[in-house]
């Protein structure tokens, strides 16, 4: 049987032409209909299409006659500032995200009891059957993302209640989902390395002792190749990402397709292939891409004038990729600052000096100085808002540290807001007003008669 549609070139390219043609839309139509592209407003906030009591992000304030007014920003799981759950933890000297895990499913915040055996139930769900491991070393492909989203469909197979969606039930696929993350990506991972880059297949069982940041690490590096303030940094960087509010692209995804009253593993599988965007889960690799040309072409790290200067150029699309973005910089809600970049910065902080790469950390401070003086000094007025450092900018710089492969990066954001995606899965299903999501799309193609094909050119 052939599969090869080379020898149909003419008819693809075609095809791609004619697609080309009839998909032109005139950008001035847009307005004229008063499109809100990408569900944004003129001044760049979100179209309001829903309620919710999970997440909540905060950047600016609004006056009753619309302007906006720039503060520090504040991120809420379940009405709690973030910053608050961090100190709380990180005070008792204890991990976070299992707490975190259990606030934004629950509602409210576990007792020491209720975190313990919290705690137990999801180190009981670690462990892979053998089906499922071996799909992930059957599968070939070297994107972690796609095993992912694969994997969670084999969990659908081995489910006998997929398609129950009672609230008791969602919770225990949520639970499930969410404690076999770490492990499908630890061992996807390796099984990539095996069969692409003839690497030892290394598998490493979960142990029961370990938070979730201390068994993924111990997973994906083996013991004794991770330091403490590795794991608590790793800990940190997943209770920032576990929840951004209903209106970002991989949570609203799961909030569409739950509406439908698809299955949870359908859904988590849709938000997947939206986080795997470049434009979304994938922004960290794209700093980490400019971090590294910035070290190469920059001769002083120290000289703020020579950053300056090159940030500038870049701007201005005359140099690294000529694409006039400074990636890393700029949030579409934060605006002084974002609060999570400010609490990885600490701990970020903390790590370079434990690592001996402060040289490193201070340049990427006079980058990220830098970068938002030249931005609003040559697009500010054009913006018409203020800028910060978002949690990209030092996400893939920690990860670096720690010794976390660039493979991992996007899956280790999977693994963090998989958390969130089962929070608003449930609360869709369960307490919003029960209607599938269905927006207007406004055709503006000209009617056209019917040609029989005798008569078509």
């Not at 030892?200 to 029961?208: A, F, M, N, V």
């Not at 995804?253 to 739950?258: A, F, G, K, L, P």
């Not at 910065?345 to 000096?353: D, F, G, Q, S, V």
């Given at each position: 049987m052939k599969t090869d549609i080379v020898e149909y070139e003419s008819l693809l390219n075609n095809l791609t032409n004619s697609?080309?043609?009839?998909?032109?839309?005139?950008?001035?139509?847009?307005?004229?209909?008063?499109?809100?592209?990408?569900?944004?407003?003129?001044?760049?906030?979100?179209?309001?299409?829903?309620?919710?009591?999970?997440?909540?992000?905060e950047g600016y304030e609004k006056q009753s006659d619309g302007t906006i007014v720039p503060i520090d920003g504040y991120l809420y799981y379940r009405g709690i500032k973030v910053k608050d759950l961090v100190k709380g933890f990180q005070e008792d000297n204890r991990h976070g995200f299992e707490e975190t895990i259990y606030l934004l499913l629950s509602g409210k915040l576990p007792t020491k009891d209720e975190l313990k055996q919290f705690s137990e139930m999801l180190t009981d769900q670690y462990h892979l059957n053998s089906k499922l491991k071996m799909s992930i070393m059957e599968f070939r492909g070297q994107d972690i993302m796609n095993i992912l989203a694969r994997s969670v469909m084999v969990m659908y197979a081995h489910d006998c209640n997929a398609?129950?969606?009672?609230?008791?039930?969602?919770?225990?696929?949520?639970?499930?989902?969410?404690?076999?993350?770490p492990t499908i990506i630890s061992y996807a991972y390796h099984s990539m390395q095996h069969y692409y880059f003839d690497k030892?297949?290394?598998?490493?069982?979960?142990?029961?002792k370990l938070s979730m940041a201390e068994n993924f690490l111990y997973m994906l590096k083996g013991e004794g190749n991770y330091s403490a303030l590795d794991a608590q940094v790793l800990d940190l960087a997943l209770v920032l990402h576990a929840e951004?509010?209903?209106?970002?692209?991989?949570?609203?995804?799961?909030?569409?397709?739950?509406?439908?009253?698809?299955?949870t593993y359908s859904a988590i599988t849709a938000a997947i292939g939206s986080l795997k965007g470049p434009l979304h889960g994938g922004a960290n690799l794209r700093v980490k891409e400019m971090h590294d040309h910035l070290k190469e072409v920059i001769k002083d790290w120290c000289n703020e004038k020579e950053i300056a200067n090159y940030l500038l150029r870049m701007l201005k699309k005359e140099a690294y990729n000529k694409t006039g973005k400074m990636y890393g910089i700029g949030h579409a809600i934060y605006t002084k600052s974002d609060p999570r970049a400010v609490l990885l910065?600490?701990?970020?902080?903390?790590?370079?000096?434990e690592k001996n790469r402060m040289d490193e950390f201070d340049f990427l401070d006079r980058v990220e100085r830098m970068g938002i003086k030249t931005f609003m000094e040559y697009k500010g007025n054009k913006v018409g808002k203020l800028v910060c450092a978002n949690i990209d900018f030092y996400s893939g710089f920690v990860y670096e540290m720690i010794?976390?492969?660039?493979?991992?990066?996007t899956p280790l954001f999977a693994m963090a807001r998989i958390a969130g995606w089962c929070a608003h899965r449930i609360e869709e299903l369960n307490f919003a007003k029960k209607r599938i999501i269905r927006p207007a799309y406004k055709n503006v193609n000209n009617k056209k008669d019917f040609i029989s094909i005798e008569n078509r050119e």
């Open positions: 697609i080309k043609e009839t998909s032109y839309i005139d950008n001035n139509l847009f307005n004229e209909y008063n499109v809100k592209r990408g569900l944004r407003n003129e001044n760049h906030s979100g179209v309001l299409v829903g309620l919710t009591n999970i997440g909540d992000v398609e129950d969606t009672s609230g008791k039930n969602l919770v225990k696929q949520s639970i499930n989902l969410i404690a076999k993350f030892t297949l290394s598998i490493r069982y979960p142990k029961s951004h509010g209903g209106g970002n692209n991989s949570t609203f995804t799961i909030r569409v397709t739950s509406s439908s009253g698809t299955d910065k600490n701990m970020a902080r903390e790590l370079a000096t010794g976390l492969p660039i493979e991992i990066y």
